[in-house]
């Protein structure tokens, strides 16, 4: 990461939650404070393993991360 002080040290938690919010909880009413977790959780799952990054060239980031770790070996 970069130094204190630079904006870019939050830039990707940010950019995470922001779509967390708009493309999961917006959507909801949460009854208890498990549901809400279990749709956070879900919604990573979601995020990790399903979700196209155009960052990643249109890849899932396990599919990005698999095929790192195939070109490092």
């Excluded at 979700?51 to 070109?71: D, I, N, Q, V």
Aim: net charge positive.
């Amino acid at each position: 990461m970069s130094h204190k002080g630079n904006c870019w040290n939050n830039a990707p938690t940010e950019r995470f939650f922001r779509s967390l919010k708009s493309e999961r909880l917006s959507d909801y009413s949460f009854v208890t404070r498990r549901s809400a977790e279990m749709q956070a959780l879900d919604y990573i799952s979601y995020y990790n393993s399903l979700r196209l990054h155009s960052t990643l060239g249109y890849k899932t980031r396990f599919a990005y991360e698999k095929e790192l770790c195939r070109f490092a070996a």
